[in-house]
């Protein structure tokens, strides 16, 4: 009775979103999720102010036609666009103009000297505090601090409240690929991103899937993924009573795949794709991604396994019987 009081109260008051707003790869090369848009405002939550332009809505009836889903601010979410930023070969990149002008608490880094640089480094350290179990705001060991991740409370699996004021990712990123190569899977096919959830039906239990041919161009080529570091929530409609917080999300490629998909002009790449539950949505996100070395080789022998054990299959077992008998016939003459 209490879960469904607890459903019927956020039902009344859910309007908004989670999105991926950034892959981190095991190479330490971060990434914007491939529907980011810079302007958009990350220290609001309503609708009304903008915080939702970005974010992916991945309804089952569009994703023939966009895989990807779509957004309230650019519509369809085309990975080649933000592939191609990252990597400096296009400057095209769409912009948000939120409602929010406000700067968040703590993170308002514009004044900075070297602004994007010193950014991109406040990313990573709060990044490295996120996937060792604090997302970097006040409390834990980050000494009360707030950061470009996340402002007061705890981390880890509980998430830490963001602060920024609109997001700058795209243009701070603008370029890096050419230099540091795309994020990429760990030896072991996972990747961890981070996932904003924007208002409460945009919460977990997330379900993941991930594209190694089509560049997340076509639906058929997205197989089931294991989510390893879900974000929380009711698993009854992607919702929980968080707000503007920012989770580690962490999802393992499929056995045996490799990333063969060609985005932006950028060859052998991954798109995972997850998404909730919610009834207003599904809302989430995606990121692209390739692999290491490691990886690949694992995934390549793990097919070639499975086909020799399918292949042993295919081969009809020796029928003996009427050798046996011939046998027991000659052995009965000798008695």
Avoid at 123 to 136: I, P, S, T, Y
Wanted: proline share 4%; glycine share 16%.
């Amino acid at each position: 009775m209490r879960y469904a009081l607890a459903y019927a109260a956020l039902v009344s008051t859910a309007s908004a979103h989670g999105v991926v707003t950034m892959i981190k790869g095991d190479n330490g090369v971060m990434m914007p999720g491939l529907s980011i848009v810079d302007g958009t405002p990350r220290d609001c939550s309503s609708n009304g102010c903008g915080s939702q332009a970005d974010t992916s809505i991945i309804r089952n009836r569009d994703m023939q036609n966009n895989p990807l889903g779509k957004t309230q601010g650019t519509g369809p979410v085309d990975a080649a666009v933000n592939v191609a930023r990252f990597m400096g070969s296009s400057q095209a990149a769409p912009k948000n103009t939120g409602a929010s002008g406000a700067v968040g608490k703590e993170d308002d880094l514009s004044g900075l000297p070297a602004g994007a640089a010193k950014r991109h480094e406040e990313r990573k350290r709060q990044l490295g505090k996120l996937f060792g179990g604090l997302l970097g705001g006040g409390g834990g060991n980050n000494n009360g601090g707030g950061g470009l991740l996340g402002g007061g409370g705890g981390g880890g699996a509980a998430g830490t409240k963001s602060n920024i004021a609109a997001e700058t990712m795209v243009a701070d990123t603008a370029g890096m690929g050419n230099s540091q190569g795309m994020p990429t899977a760990d030896s072991d096919g996972v990747v961890s991103m981070v996932y904003l959830q924007i208002n409460q039906d945009g919460a977990g239990p997330l379900t993941a899937m991930v594209d190694g041919t089509s560049g997340g161009t076509q639906n058929s080529a997205f197989q089931k993924a294991e989510v390893t570091q879900d974000v929380p929530g009711l698993g009854i409609g992607g919702l929980s009573l968080a707000t503007k917080t920012n989770f580690p999300l962490k999802v393992k490629m499929p056995a045996g795949m490799t990333c063969e998909g060609t985005v932006g002009g950028v060859k052998n790449v991954c798109i995972v794709r997850v998404r909730n539950s919610a009834a207003a949505g599904p809302f989430g996100g995606s990121a692209a991604f390739t692999q290491n070395a490691t990886a690949r080789k694992r995934a390549i022998a793990y097919r070639l396994k499975k086909r020799m054990e399918i292949a042993r299959e295919a081969v009809p077992e020796p029928d003996y019987t009427e050798a046996d008998e011939e046998e027991e016939i000659d052995d009965e003459h000798l008695d």
